[in-house]
C-alpha cells in the first residue's frame, strides 16, 4: 500500500493568516467550558457560517474531520460496521481527510446522501428551530453533528471532535492517517459507551 503524501496541518495554514486566525477561534470553541448542548450548537451555526464553498479548503477539511470525529461515536454506539451506509459515509469522509480533493469529496458527498443524516450530503441539516438559514447547520451540512448528537449525546461529540482534531491541529498526530496505516477504521474503544442492549 503506497504512503498517501498527506501535509501537516501547519503547512495547511501557513499561507493564510485568515484560516490561522480561523483556527484559534475553532480551538478556543473546542475549549470552550459551556454546557454541551449550548458548546455544540454554537460549534455547529459558526461552522455553518465560516466554512465556506471550497471543496479542498483547511475549514472543509475541519469540518469533514467533525464529522469523522462523531462517525466514529455514532458507528461504536449502535455496532455498525462493513456495508452499513454510516460506515460507508465514515470511509469515505476518511479518505477525503486523508487526501482531499474535489472527487474525494464528491464520493463523500454522495455516499453522505445515503446515508442521512449522518454526513453533509443532499437534505436538510438545520438544527431544530432554527430553519434552512446560515448558522442553521444546514448549508454546509455541519447540522450533521446535532443529528449524531441525538443519538449519543452532545458530551460525546464534543469530546470526540476535541480528541481527533486537537493533536492534527497542534501538529502532533494525524489520527485519520494513523488508522490508514494501521490498515482502516479503527474504533477505540473509549469513543463511546456501547448501545444498551433494548435502548
Known amino acids: 500500500m503506497e504512503e498517501p503524501s498527506v501535509p501537516r496541518f ?4 501557513a499561507a ?5 486566525a480561523w483556527i484559534r477561534a475553532l480551538v478556543e470553541r473546542l475549549g470552550s467550558s459551556s454546557a454541551p448542548e449550548r458548546a455544540l450548537r454554537g460549534l455547529v451555526g459558526w461552522l455553518d457560517d465560516t466554512v465556506g464553498a471550497g471543496l479542498v479548503s483547511v475549514r472543509m477539511q475541519v469540518l469533514v474531520r467533525c464529522t469523522v470525529a462523531a462517525g466514529l461515536v455514532l458507528v461504536r454506539y449502535h455496532g455498525w460496521d462493513g456495508p452499513h451506509p454510516v460506515a460507508i459515509t465514515l470511509a469515505a469522509a476518511e479518505a477525503y481527510a486523508r487526501l482531499p480533493s474535489e472527487a474525494a469529496h464528491d464520493a463523500y ?4 446522501t445515503n446515508s442521512y443524516p449522518y454526513g453533509a450530503g443532499d437534505g436538510c441539516y438545520g438544527m431544530a428551530g432554527a430553519g434552512c438559514a446560515p448558522g ?14 441525538h443519538e449519543v449525546g452532545e458530551a460525546a461529540v464534543l469530546e470526540a471532535i476535541g480528541r481527533e482534531l486537537m493533536p492534527w491541529l497542534e501538529g502532533a498526530d494525524d489520527l485519520v492517517l494513523a488508522r490508514y496505516r494501521a490498515g482502516g477504521q479503527k474504533v477505540r474503544p473509549d469513543d463511546a459507551p456501547k448501545r444498551e442492549a433494548g435502548s
Open 136 to 149: 442553521s447547520g444546514c448549508r454546509t451540512g455541519a447540522g450533521t453533528l446535532m443529528c449524531v448528537a
Open 16 to 20: 493564510s493568516a485568515e484560516d490561522a
Open 10 to 13: 501547519a503547512e495547511l495554514v
Open 109 to 112: 458527498f454522495a455516499a453522505a
